[in-house]
């Protein structure tokens, strides 16, 4: 495997991947890790998407993932880069939209777990506390919706905040803060690009942990909402925040 300049494994194009229904389709998947993402990645790769996918750091699940896909996919690199500020954020959003020549799907997986509200933190505290969670994704959503302007594409941004089941009460009670403000931030951008074509919708954290309960929402099920609003269904569906808990129930 090899890595580039950039910090990107480039894997090329792979001429004999089958035409599928989304073949061809520009995807980013930021913020991958060992548990989470990897349903998501799959299932664009198997779909003959293009696609990138962010991490913080090589792992042997990542390197396997990695291995894994290239074979099947149209087109895959991964960047192996930590986004700690607001300039490392940018520089990776605007290399990210230029390496396919723009983006039609966008999916930012923010990860919950290790947040906790302090007894008797402030106000301003905790705000900055989950502005800090959000910026990754806020700002990569926006770099890449730009673009999307620029090309005239109706491009679907979809941010998904995760909580592992075995999160502690701090950690739900902090979930809960992020749920919010995601929701209300998904709802401000869908209506700022709403007449570029643009869709933003999100996945809000399990709080209540209904994942570990029979029926109920899983990775996979974000994987095919995903597929379903990058294959250009759902077109009403924007400013949407929909219950991880709730995704795999009829």
Known sequence: MLISDTGAFDFGMNLDAPERALAGKRVLVSGITSRTGIDVARSFVE???????QCDEVSPVMQALAEMLAPDAAELSVHVTTMKTNDEILTFARSAVAEFGGLDMVVNVVHLDGGALDAGGS????????????LKACLVSRVAANRMRLLMT??????????????TQGERAFAQVVRSTLAAMTRAEAEAWADKGIRFN???PDVLGLVTRPASGSEADVAQLALYLAAGRGETLSGMTFELGLLGRG
């Open 202 to 204: 999100a996945v809000a």
């Open 154 to 167: 109706n491009g679907v941004i979809l941010t998904v905040a995760t909580l592992s089941a075995e999160a």
């Open 123 to 134: 106000y301003e505290a905790i705000e900055t506390r989950v502005s800090d969670v959000l």
């Open 47 to 53: 779909a003959g998407a293009r696609v990138i996918l």
